[in-house]
C-alpha cells in the first residue's frame, strides 16, 4: 500500500498511553505496518508536549484516559503547536457523555482498545489520510442518544423542557418563575409533571437523565 500522499514517505505516529503492555503492543504493531513509523511514546500527555518537538509526528494515538491531563486535553494542547496534527482515540469508555465530549473535540477518530488489530489499520489510515473514523459502536452509542434526546423532546411539553432546564441549572421555584414571568405555583406544577413524565424522584436522578439523553 503506497503512503499517503500528504507524507513525503513514512506518516509518524506518535503513542501516548498510560498502560505499559498495551503501549508495548502498540510499539511492535506499529513496526509491522506498512507506511507507518513509531515517532516516540509516552505515558501521559505532558510526557509527550514536552517531546513532540523533536519527534515532530504526523498523527497522535492517545488514550483517552490519561493520569493528569486527560487525552482530549493533551491533544488541545498539541495542536496549540502543531495545528496540523490528527488524532485518533483509544478507549474502553462508552459512557454517552465521555462520547459526547469526544465527538465535540475535534479529533478525527475513535477506537474501542478490544477492536481487532486490522480495524486498528483501518482507523489509524484513514486518520492519516486526513478522513475521520469513528467505529459503528461509538456512532451507535451517539445515534441512540440522540434518539432519547428526542424522545425527552415528545415526552415534555415546551414549557416543561424550560423548566427542567432552569431546575437543571440549579435553580428555586421562585428564580424559574421569575425567569418566565410566571407564578410560583405554575412552575411547580410544571417540575411535577416534569419529575413524572421522566420518572425521577429527585434533581440528581434528572441531571442523570439528561445526561444520557444529551440535554446537557
Known amino acids: 500500500m503506497s503512503a499517503p500522499a500528504e507524507f513525503a514517505a513514512t506518516c509518524r505516529v506518535f503513542v501516548v498511553e498510560d498502560q505499559g503492555m498495551f503501549r508495548a503492543f502498540l510499539e511492535r504493531w506499529l513496526a509491522t505496518q506498512p507506511g507507518f513509523a513509531l515517532a516516540g511514546t509516552a505515558r501521559t500527555g505532558e510526557e509527550a508536549l514536552a517531546a513532540l518537538e523533536a519527534a515532530r509526528p504526523d498523527v497522535l494515538l492517545v488514550d483517552l484516559q490519561l493520569p493528569g491531563v486527560d487525552g ?16 485518533l482515540v483509544l478507549s474502553s469508555l462508552m459512557d454517552p457523555l465521555a462520547l459526547t ?20 489499520g483501518e482507523a489509524l489510515r484513514a486518520v492519516a489520510r486526513g478522513r475521520e473514523y469513528f467505529s459503528a459502536r461509538f456512532r451507535a452509542a451517539l445515534a441512540a442518544e440522540r434518539a432519547n434526546a428526542a424522545a425527552v423532546g415528545k415526552v415534555l411539553s415546551r414549557r416543561e423542557q424550560q423548566v427542567m432546564s432552569h431546575v437543571l441549572e440549579g435553580k428555586t421555584s421562585r428564580e424559574i418563575a421569575e425567569a418566565l414571568g410566571v407564578s410560583v405555583r405554575t412552575v411547580e406544577f410544571h417540575r411535577a409533571n416534569v419529575m413524572t413524565k421522566l420518572g425521577a424522584t429527585s434533581v440528581a436522578e434528572l441531571h442523570a437523565i439528561a445526561r444520557r439523553s444529551g440535554t446537557t
Open 72 to 87: 482530549l486535553g493533551f491533544v488541545r494542547a498539541a495542536r496549540q503547536t502543531r495545528p496540523q496534527l490528527r488524532s
Open 101 to 120: 465530549r469526544v465527538r465535540e473535540s475535534g479529533v478525527e477518530g475513535y477506537l474501542e482498545k478490544d477492536a481487532p488489530p486490522a480495524e486498528l
